[in-house]
């Protein structure tokens, strides 16, 4: 029994990590295509030789980004993934961690959501016009995060 117990929490264990690798894939894939996607607007408006520079170090980060790290987190999960199914100790394993994974997602979405809008009547309450640095500021801290940055962040701080 006690056992069982230990092959279940590491089933469970790397299953998340491998969920949580998935995150990050995502995360990078997402900032990849942002940065990619400012470069290039950057690249149009201006022609100047240092912002030639920053643009291909930022086209460099990108494309290794993409072609090395994004793969490798891939190829990471999945084996997190075989060596989590291996520990199991029983069938159904991976479909326990996946409700458990969607529930905590949810939660922490809503949480996310709650954050957002007390920092946003707070702002309504202070008299959030006025506009300028100060306004943009808010607006940044005020920006939901994105889910799968959300379970990173749990899973970082719960490890």
């Given at each position: 029994?006690?056992?069982?117990?230990?092959?279940?929490?590491?089933?469970?264990?790397?299953l998340e990590t491998s969920s949580r690798l998935d995150d990050a894939v995502s995360e990078l894939a997402h900032y990849s295509s942002l940065l990619l996607s400012n470069n290039n607007n950057k690249h149009h408006t201006s022609s100047s030789s240092s912002k030639s520079s920053s643009s291909s170090t930022t086209i460099?980060?990108?494309?290794?980004i993409e072609q090395s790290i994004i793969p490798l987190l891939k190829i990471?999960?999945?084996a997190m993934k075989d060596a989590g199914k291996y520990f199991a100790p029983?069938?159904?394993t991976v479909n326990i961690h996946n409700r458990n994974d969607a529930e905590r997602r949810r939660r922490l979405v809503l949480e996310e959501e709650e954050r957002v809008q007390k920092i946003v009547v707070n702002e309504e309450l202070n008299g959030g016009g006025g506009g300028g640095k100060k306004q943009k500021r808010v607006?940044?801290?005020?920006?939901?995060k994105r889910p799968a940055l959300l379970m990173i962040d749990e899973f970082v701080e719960r490890s």
């Open positions: 029994p006690q056992n069982e117990s230990y092959k279940l929490e590491t089933n469970q264990y790397f460099e980060c990108i494309t290794n990471c999960s999945t029983f069938s159904g607006k940044r801290r005020r920006r939901k």
